[in-house]
């Protein structure tokens, strides 16, 4: 749940500086779609997807980050202290 927190934080950092992308979308969409601004979709869903991406990219390098300086879990081996 941690990781997911994580992602929903950055995703929205995405977007916030990513902005672009979604009002291409809206503003396609909500002029009723004409044939001038069909580069407003292909744009709008690539300047999105790369949102996403850049911040699932993000959440999994600072994941691993946080878990390889955790070190290595070592069992302990109580026999051996007998």
Request: with cysteine; net charge positive; aromatic share 10%.
């Amino acid at each position: 749940m941690r990781t997911f927190r994580r992602y929903l934080l950055i995703q929205g950092m995405t977007l916030v500086c990513g902005i672009v992308g979604p009002i291409f979308l809206l503003v396609f969409f909500g002029s009723g779609a004409p044939h001038e601004l069909k580069w407003m979709y292909f744009a709008g869903l690539v300047i999105t997807a790369v949102d996403v991406l850049a911040a699932l990219f993000i959440t999994e390098a600072l994941t691993n980050r946080e878990q390889s300086n955790r070190g290595p879990t070592v069992a302990c081996d109580t026999s051996a202290h007998g």
